[in-house]
């Protein structure tokens, strides 16, 4: 079986060109250094060594966001240089081994600082043998750090593509409770789930016992599994004197088959319009809830 | 200080600003030695009220014996990890040292175990030195791990933050100064901690940084700290709480200040030995950079203002410790 389902070679060479349009010369070179030394010991000291000095001889100049969509959708985003480089030096590890490539990552999130357990967690995509870091990944989730909690749950393409049902929706749920940016988690429309639905609709009841606020975008998981049920809280927050809160019950009424909710959209005909020309949308909604 | 003094004083309503922050105000700190594993959230927000921007936090002794290597790879990696990450949510940025302490030491099997593991972490980010390491009971093996811990420094060149044992101190503190030369270690990479009025002059004499602790009842009172910065000046002298599970004060720092304002010192000699000398001493390191003092602050302001990465939902890091209500 080949260790990586994607073009690694190539991808390697697109991050190291990134890196390079970013470091100093005295930087690469050292990198250089490094690959050779790993080249001729092929040990994991070697390897352990330069992923963890990486700060001290890269720097941290900020990185631009890219999206490398033949890296599996991987994306570059709100990088440091010295983060960059170490995605790129996992992908000089040897993989050919199975047990002895799982291992060494596993060595590294264990004996991790938080910036590295944040550019390992980033990395989740890139690793080899992506079937294997499903329980490293609902480890993540158990983080309460919140960069750490975040470089598994923004724009990282790991978790929809390989969490079972139960740690997606802990993941979801992490995500609502530490206010993360729940919209920028790739693959929520995809994973949707009833289960997952009808956690939030709980959760929604006891913030509302509590008097404390709702995350707006807690709709948007419900939306596709309105029913006579769940009605109620729709009709709810469209009453809501918060009109992000409106907004958000309109977004879930045009994201469902469910007729009565429809309904209740028809009733504006201002909110129906922003929905159709795409001035309202999750995102709006989004970036409003997170000023507030 | 008196004990009955102490008991009225925390009879009193916890309302009132106390005295000494008058004499402090829009000052900075850096306490170069204290151990936050061991204190809570209400510290962290009071340190960061008085002035303290950062935190050097030595790997030292738990209060009991580990049993094994594990414990101290986890007490490493949350020096690193997790407590970094708390400071970091009351704007106080955190640094640590990393080594096998002296009482430690003495477990020979175990001791040979930790060293294997430290290279692993002392060159982590924010490692700022190998600490704290030195004599205890001044025992063969105590003297082993410190003299390998050296090279380790010296290796890796980090500052060493040294602690002087409580018993024999004088005679301590010496040999622990005549080791490190001996190992060819500049005595500028070495601060030597838990000085007091009988140690102080030969380890200013021989060149090294003299660390003071203001640490109620057995190590320095915070008046006798005054008598020694009128006596020796502020050139390589710093002080620090060594806060830790013991009876101890992380304003330790801010409050000397005060006094040291009170009685007429300097304010560039009080901001040289609260503030500056640690940095220059530790940033030796490479891994100070005090543009994070401010980086951290913003980081902290913006999980007040948007709550995007607290600790747990909605959860603001300062809350009012004067309400009734908790909400």
Redesign the interface.
């Known amino acids: 079986m080949e260790p990586y389902y994607y073009d690694s070679a190539l991808v390697s060479n697109r991050i190291h060109a990134i890196i390079a349009a970013h470091a100093t010369p005295q930087a690469l070179n050292w990198l250089q250094q490094q690959l050779a030394l790993l080249q001729e010991a092929k040990t994991t000291q070697r390897f ?2 330069t992923f ?2 990486m ?2 001889f890269t720097g941290k100049t900020p990185i631009p966001d890219t999206h490398i969509p033949e890296a599996n959708n991987f994306f570059i985003y709100g990088y440091t240089l010295d983060r960059l480089a170490r995605i790129w030096w996992l992908l000089q590890l040897p993989s050919e081994d199975r047990s002895r490539y799982i291992a060494a990552i596993e060595d590294l999130f ?8 944040i550019t390992l967690y980033g990395a989740l995509p890139l690793l080899a043998y992506p079937g294997e870091w499903k329980l490293r990944t609902a480890e993540g989730v158990r983080s ?4 750490v ?2 470089a598994i749950m923004v724009h990282n393409p790991y978790p929809a593509k390989y969490l079972d049902e139960p740690a997606w929706n802990q993941l979801v749920m992490k995500a ?6 729940v919209h920028l988690i790739t693959g929520l429309d995809e994973r949707a789930n009833l289960q997952l639905a009808q956690i939030l609709r709980d959760y929604a009841h006891e913030r509302w016992a509590a008097g ?2 709702i995350n707006p975008m807690l709709w948007r998981l419900i939306a596709p599994f309105i029913d006579n049920e769940m009605m109620p809280d729709i009709n709810r927050i469209w009453a809501s004197d918060q009109i992000v809160d409106k907004e958000a019950a309109a977004l879930a009424c045009a994201h469902t088959g469910f007729a009565p909710a429809k309904a209740l959209l028809q009733q504006s005909p201002e909110l129906a319009g922003a929905i159709a020309d795409q001035s309202l949308t999750w995102v709006t909604v989004a970036e409003k809830a ?2 507030l | 200080m008196c004990c009955s003094h102490e008991l009225k004083e925390t009879a009193q309503p916890l309302t009132m600003v106390p005295a000494f922050m008058e004499h402090i105000k829009g000052m900075q700190f850096f306490d170069p030695h204290i151990h936050m594993t061991s204190r809570t959230t209400d510290d962290y927000q009071a340190m960061a009220a008085a002035g303290i921007t950062a935190v050097i936090e030595p790997a030292f002794w738990l209060g009991q014996p580990r049993t094994g290597v594990d414990t101290f790879k986890d007490y490493f990696n949350s020096l690193i990890g997790w407590e970094r990450f708390r400071s970091s949510q009351f704007g106080i940025k955190h640094y640590c040292t990393i080594g096998l302490n002296s009482k430690e030491a003495n477990n020979e099997k175990l001791a040979e175990a930790v060293m294997e593991i430290l290279p692993l972490f002392i060159y982590k980010e924010g490692v700022v030195g190998v600490g704290e390491i030195g004599f205890d009971d001044q025992t063969p093996a105590e003297e082993k791990y410190y003299r390998a811990q050296l090279e380790l420094a010296k290796e890796a060149g980090l500052p060493v933050q040294i602690h002087t044992p409580h018993r024999d101190k004088k005679k301590g503190t010496t040999r622990s100064m005549d080791i490190a030369i001996e190992h060819g270690i500049d005595p500028k990479m070495v601060i030597v901690d838990h000085n007091n009025e009988e140690t102080v002059k030969e380890v200013l004499d021989r060149g090294f940084w003299a660390a003071f602790t203001i640490y109620p009842f057995t190590k320095m009172g915070n008046e006798r700290m005054v008598e020694v910065v009128k006596q020796y000046g502020s050139e390589r002298i710093m002080i620090n709480s060594a806060a830790d599970w013991g009876i101890s004060d992380p304003l330790a720092v801010p409050k000397t200040a005060a006094l040291m304002h009170e009685s007429g010192i300097d304010s560039n000699d009080i901001h040289l030995v609260t503030f500056r000398n640690a940095i220059t001493a530790f940033a030796q390191s490479g891994q100070i950079n005090e543009a994070d003092f401010e980086m951290v602050k913003q980081i902290d302001q913006s999980l007040k203002f948007n709550g995007s990465t607290v600790l747990r939902g909605g959860q603001q890091p300062f809350r009012n410790a004067q309400s009734t209500i908790i909400s």
């Open positions: 352990n060594i963890t000095a700060p001290r264990s004996a991790a600082d938080m910036n590295e357990q309460n750090i919140g960069g909690l975040e609502i409770f530490t206010d993360k940016p404390r606020k997170s000023v």
